[in-house]
């Protein structure tokens, strides 16, 4: 892959002949934006050098990586596992392009969800969802308390 081909080019459409107003001649031309910047964001000089690039890369993965995994190791331990997965692969995201993608097909999958999450209908249903369930739990512990009574964990003699 080439440094230059990772820079972002505008696209430019014609729009045809402008009407027969007598004000404009030729053609108007519109810039098209073409999405989501992909490749690399590594510095000019950088990217300038095959083997520094590489090196860049390699060091930007060893990072990302390095970030993923504790993320992956905070999955079961107390600390935001999801958050620093999705730190790692934001590290990763400024250089590769499939974390890039990965990115934003996450990003919009989230934003989905809280438009979804945000529905009137969905929100109601969770109230009355756990409702219901926060109703059973305070009988279940009702019956329990009126079956063997309230002991405590511990032995206090006054």
Do not use: C
């Not at 440094?3 to 972002?8: F, G, I, N, T, V």
């Not at 079961?76 to 993608?101: D, H, N, R, S």
């Amino acid at each position: 892959m080439n440094a230059e081909s990772d820079e972002r080019e505008e696209s430019v459409v014609s729009m045809g002949p402008t009407p027969a107003t007598g004000d404009a001649t030729g053609d108007v031309t519109e810039k098209v934006d073409t999405g989501p910047v992909l490749g690399s964001k590594a510095p000019h000089f950088i990217k300038r050098s095959r083997t520094l690039h590489l090196s860049w890369q390699v060091g930007v993965f060893v990072v990302g990586l390095a970030v993923v995994g504790a993320g992956i190791v905070m999955l079961p331990l107390p600390g935001p596992g999801w958050l620093v997965i999705f730190g790692g692969m934001a590290i990763w995201a400024t250089e590769f392009v499939w974390a890039q993608l990965v990115l934003h097909w996450t990003k919009r999958k989230v934003t989905e969800a809280a438009q979804r999450a945000l529905d009137p209908r969905v929100r109601r249903r969770n109230i009355i969802l756990t409702t219901i369930g926060l109703v059973i739990i305070a009988v279940l512990v009702g019956i329990y308390v009126w079956k063997f009574g309230i002991v405590m964990p511990w032995k206090i003699k006054e």
